[in-house]
């Protein structure tokens, strides 16, 4: 079962903030706590990931709560191009390799 | 540009004819993996290899089978496709480095069956 808990749905206007928040709230101390997305059609494609201190990338911030029960995901300056399925996966390098997906956030970038 | 790359984008077949799928990498990953995707749910994975070691997840069925003649290729058989196989097959590669790994996909492969 997936570890994590997203909203399914989120709407944001197109040149604002995207700010997608997860929980994971029985994250283990070995879990990274991963974002990947999905554009319609198209593989998955890793955004960014991180373990307790907060990561910042040419696509993406990730905010993790001290406690790491929880993170979000901000896109700074979202585009049209932006829209697509985001999913938030906890993993372990011990998991036999398996990313546990949940059901994801539909994000819609509108303009 | 290192990539994943998958062949064909788009697969037809009929009810029990065998098919292959490819896919194949110029990333240098030890470790590649084969997901299926169903409309509207998350990927699921099917396997993967470690170098040359197998690793089946145990509720893949077995009408689907993996070779991986080398670290670059990977196929994907299945041997006498369902109607319930009709799905998206993703290939994955990562390299494990430390104590993370970072999975990069491919674009997929669309199987219709009929």
């Known amino acids: 079962d997936a570890k994590t808990t997203q909203p399914p749905s989120m709407d944001c206007a197109e040149g604002r903030a995207a700010n997608l928040p997860c929980n994971h709230s029985?994250?283990?101390?070995?879990?990274?706590v991963y974002w990947y997305r999905q554009i319609h059609s198209q593989g998955p494609q890793y955004i960014i990931h991180g373990l307790k201190n907060n990561e910042t990338n040419e696509m993406a911030s990730l905010i993790i709560t001290e406690d790491r029960k929880s993170s979000t995901l901000i896109l700074p300056h979202a585009t049209l191009r932006d829209t697509a399925v985001y999913y938030c996966?906890?993993?372990?390098?011990?998991?036999?390799?398996?990313?546990?997906w949940g059901a994801g956030t539909k994000l819609i970038i509108k303009p | 540009d290192a990539m994943v790359i998958q062949n064909p984008r788009y697969q037809v077949t009929q009810f029990g004819k065998p098919v292959t799928l490819s896919c194949s990498q110029t990333l240098n990953h030890n470790v590649m993996y084969w997901y299926q995707q169903k409309s509207s749910q998350a990927p699921k994975l099917l396997f993967h290899?470690?170098?040359?070691?197998?690793?089946n997840e145990a509720d893949t069925p077995d009408n689907f089978q993996s070779r991986r003649p080398n670290t670059s290729f990977c196929f994907l058989d299945i041997r006498s496709p369902g109607l319930g196989d009709a799905a998206m097959y993703l290939c994955a590669t990562s390299r494990v480095e430390g104590n993370t790994d970072t999975q990069y996909f491919g674009p997929g492969t669309r199987l219709t069956v009929l």
């Open positions: 290899y470690y170098d040359k070691d197998f690793n």
């Open positions: 029985t994250i283990s101390g070995n879990e990274y």
């Open positions: 996966i906890v993993r372990a390098m011990d998991s036999n390799y398996q990313l546990i």
